[in-house]
């Protein structure tokens, strides 16, 4: 097995693993603050473009996690669905269109890192300038910023540049999302560590 096999399957374990934690927080606590609907839609109808960049490419390992990452933001979009805008399915229905375009004309692999940046970037955003992010998984965002890190290391060792872009994104906005969320875990302890206990 290669270094580049090697790194392409630890992206594609940790990348899977990276989408189980928002969903299941979201079931525990029931909160859906500091989560962007938009976000996650335009961030399934992109997986559903990775999976035709993995069938046209001819990348089993990106079709594969492509495949399983379309289901596990399904089930984080459907858990969101009620909190969409008026205008949220038309976006999504753009950007499908776009992607099915850039398909034709062989572009799609630019759309697909412009994908991750419209898809992930507000899902980041939402939970910086959020005023509460207790509906945020914070281990969802430590294995993003990992994910990207892998893929973009096995899109250097391939020379897939849209890989090399996704995961450099990847790791923006995981470092945009995880100081918020860290931030907001060390100004919780600190309260704590000065609130009186009771007898």
């Not at 990106?62 to 399915?89: E, H, M």
Request: with cysteine.
């Amino acid at each position: 097995m290669t270094v580049a096999e090697v790194v392409g399957l630890a992206a594609t374990a940790v990348f899977l693993c990276e989408l189980i934690p928002q969903p299941l927080r979201i079931l525990r606590t029931r909160s859906l603050s500091g989560l962007s609907p938009i976000g996650t839609g335009i961030y399934f109808v992109t997986e559903l473009g990775w999976v035709s960049y993995g069938i046209t490419s001819g990348l089993v390992v990106v079709l594969l996690t492509a495949l399983a990452a379309t289901v596990l933001s399904g089930l984080q979009l459907a858990l969101l669905w009620s909190r969409r805008g008026p205008n949220d399915l038309w976006w999504m229905l753009l950007w499908a269109t776009g992607l099915a375009a850039s398909l034709v004309m062989g572009a799609i692999g630019a759309m697909l890192v412009l994908g991750l940046v419209i898809g992930l970037g507000p899902q980041a955003w939402a939970a910086w300038r959020s005023s509460s992010v207790s509906g945020v998984s914070l281990w969802r965002w430590v294995l993003s910023g990992t994910s990207g890190m892998l893929w973009c290391t096995y899109g250097v060792l391939m020379g897939e540049f849209p890989l090399m872009a996704t995961g450099s994104v990847g790791m923006v906005c995981a470092s945009l999302a995880l100081s918020r969320l860290v931030g907001e875990q060390m100004k919780r302890r600190r309260v704590e560590a000065h609130t009186p206990r009771g007898i």
